[in-house]
């Protein structure tokens, strides 16, 4: 077993001094998830807001860069690409609801594509070990996504809400764990 280098020792030394910042961040976290699981709905609203805000802002990225293209090809391609972006950011917050449908569609529809996938990778890669573990993480997937859609587009009032409550609460105690650790 190596030593951790001189710099990477002092690093964690600092670190160490903070856990209690990282503990206070892992408490806060997981009072907000407790107040997103306390309301679904308002945390899937707020969760389409964080994503409209993050396309319109990407949509006006865009629209700058376009003017800095040379080529007239390229210069429609990103302003197009530009104005799509910041036009459904708008979509976002024009009709929060809506666009909770559509994103908990494409949600049901990535987890279902990519619990295949990783269902094929490890049926593919039958002799290694531990290539059961990567089909049932894919078939988990795909039941998720698929109970996602049949519940659609009913549960898009919850859906997104209920992952970001979750979200939160593991990364509050993620935080807790860290903070804990290097207190020790």
């Not at 990477?8 to 976290?29: M, N, Q, S, Y």
């Not at 309301?39 to 964080?50: E, P």
């Not at 950011?89 to 987890?111: K, R, V, Y």
Request: glycine fraction near 12%.
């Amino acid at each position: 077993m190596t030593l951790p280098s001189d710099a990477l020792r002092d690093a964690i030394g600092k670190t160490r001094d903070k856990w209690g910042w990282f503990v206070a961040l892992g408490v806060l976290l997981l009072i907000f998830g407790g107040i997103a699981f306390g309301n679904l709905m308002i945390a899937t609203v707020a969760s389409v807001y964080v994503v409209g805000w993050l396309m319109l802002m990407a949509g006006i990225i865009e629209i700058i860069h376009a003017f800095g293209v040379k080529t007239w090809g390229r210069f429609f391609y990103w302003l197009l690409s530009g104005l799509l972006y910041a036009v459904a950011g708008f979509f976002a917050f024009d009709n929060p609801l809506l666009a909770s449908a559509a994103l908990t569609l494409l949600l049901a529809i990535a987890l279902v594509a990519s619990g295949l996938f990783r269902a094929w990778v490890g049926y593919n890669h039958r002799p290694e070990k531990g290539w059961g573990w990567l089909v049932i993480a894919g078939a988990i997937s795909i039941l998720l996504g698929l109970t996602i859609a049949m519940g659609w587009p009913v549960n898009s009032l919850w859906v997104l809400g209920l992952f970001l409550a979750i979200d939160l609460v593991f990364q509050g105690w993620s935080f807790i764990a860290i903070g804990l650790a290097l207190k020790r």
